[in-house]
């Protein structure tokens, strides 16, 4: 027989990757959380974790059981609030892709804070496959991050699309043009955005025309790229919606490149209470259609 317990160790494990911190979490002994484990395992007639000494990995069952008891602490959680009439929050775990502006965030949790009775908010920042794979694992609720083929399928919230620009200092010669010839650009040296989802794209285009700039500047912060950018360090390439005092954004011919922007939620996600949860409804207000890029 599993008990309530047994899961909330489970995920405890798989939150903190570490026995000593999910039992912290669960505000009991290590030894008493093991015990719970090993009834868990004992129970299912599976290991789900591998253990070495120095990090605790989900076997492919306890891979399996993630999503289920996801789902089943959600359930346990909603009903006794309904019941009891409890007022305590949820905390809804949200990936946000590490390409996404800053001040998209700060909108977003002003909103959020403003609104009566929200969720709690634990924010997990990662590139694309990183959010993946925390929402196929249930280590996130969900992700805002760019949707691809197939997300639609998933109940995947668009909301916005937009295209890349290059970011000038706004003294540079082009930086008062709408839009520059990538030959014009044969003597401007470049600051790379190693993180960015279009990195092996935007070095074949260049390539393809012939340009190999020189790279003052190699960052994994797009805070940090737009710094050198507006201290005349070298221009790079973003998304339109990085927007900052002292940089110009000018249309890069040819390069045609969009991403979509939007939601994908768990598999352990109730998709008739999280998306329409106020958590949901506050990004949907700052990044929707209507947001100001």
Known sequence: MI????????????????????ATA?????????????KLEASLGKTLFNRTNRRVELTEAGSRLVSHARMIETGFATAEREVVGSVSLSTVRLGVLATTPRRWI??????????????????????EQDLRSRLARGRID???????????????????????????????????RESVRIEELAN?????????????ETSRFFTAQGIRPFFPAR??????ALGYVRAGLG???????????????????????????????????????????????????????????
């Open 188 to 200: 401007d040296p470049m600051i790379v955005r190693r993180h960015c989802e279009l990195l092996p």
């Open 219 to 224: 960052t994994t912060s797009d805070d940090k």
């Open 3 to 22: 008990d309530r317990y047994h899961l909330r160790y489970f995920l405890a494990v798989v939150d903190s990757g570490n026995f000593s911190r999910a």
């Open 106 to 127: 700060e909108a977003f949790l002003a909103v959020q804070r403003a609104a009566s009775g929200s969720d709690r908010i634990e924010i997990v920042e990662g590139k």
């Open 235 to 293: 221009l790079t390439v973003m998304p339109d919606s990085f927007r900052d005092p002292g940089i110009a954004r000018v249309r890069l011919d040819g390069f045609d490149f969009t991403r979509d922007i939007g939601l994908v939620y768990a598999a352990h996600v109730n998709r008739d209470v999280l998306p329409r949860s106020r958590t949901i409804a506050a990004l949907a207000r700052t990044l929707g259609p209507d947001h100001d890029g």
């Open 26 to 38: 669960c505000n009991v002994s290590q030894p008493t959380l093991s015990v719970g484990i090993a």
């Open 142 to 176: 969900v992700a805002l991050t760019i949707l691809r083929d197939g997300d639609a399928a998933g109940g995947g919230h668009h909301l916005l699309t937009e295209g890349y620009s290059l970011a000038l200092g706004a003294s540079h010669p082009l930086a008062a």
